[in-house]
């Protein structure tokens, strides 16, 4: 059984940081993609950002490049997304997603395993 908790949230003022962790379990993630998502209410989730955990792959949407980074800790089993440069329209919540597989998976539909998720709030 995969889990997956996200911590890391809260309220921060527009150009400020934050980052955001995803302790994993129940697997061994070495061939397992994990995944940053947000979903607004009421819209679709969006795809975030992803690493691979053997390869160390990583990919972003075009929304996020330069300003959030995304990274893993084998030993803490542990993936991180850090967010630099927080624009209001970052305010949402961010759900940490893993899937097997080493493959390009930019689609949230893609990950069959979710977490609970995390409020960030980003004040004007």
């Known amino acids: 059984q995969v889990q997956l908790v996200e911590s890391g949230g809260g309220l921060v003022q527009a150009g400020g940081s934050l980052r955001l962790s995803c302790a994993a379990s129940?697997?061994?993630?070495?061939?397992?993609?994990m995944a940053w998502v947000r979903q607004a209410p009421g819209k679709e989730r969006e795809f975030v950002a992803a690493?691979?955990?053997?390869?160390?792959?990583?990919y972003y949407t075009d929304s996020v490049k330069g300003r959030f980074t995304i990274s893993r800790d084998n030993a803490k089993n542990t993936v991180y997304l850090q967010m630099n440069s927080l624009k209001p329209e970052d305010t949402t919540v961010y759900l940490c997603?893993?899937?097997?597989?080493?493959?390009?998976?930019?689609?949230?539909?893609?990950?069959?395993?979710w977490g609970q998720g995390t409020q960030v709030t980003v004040s004007s």
């Open positions: 997603a893993a899937r097997r597989g080493s493959s390009y998976y930019i689609q949230a539909y893609e990950y069959p395993y």
């Open positions: 129940g697997r061994t993630f070495s061939s397992y993609t």
């Open positions: 690493i691979n955990w053997s390869t160390d792959s990583t």
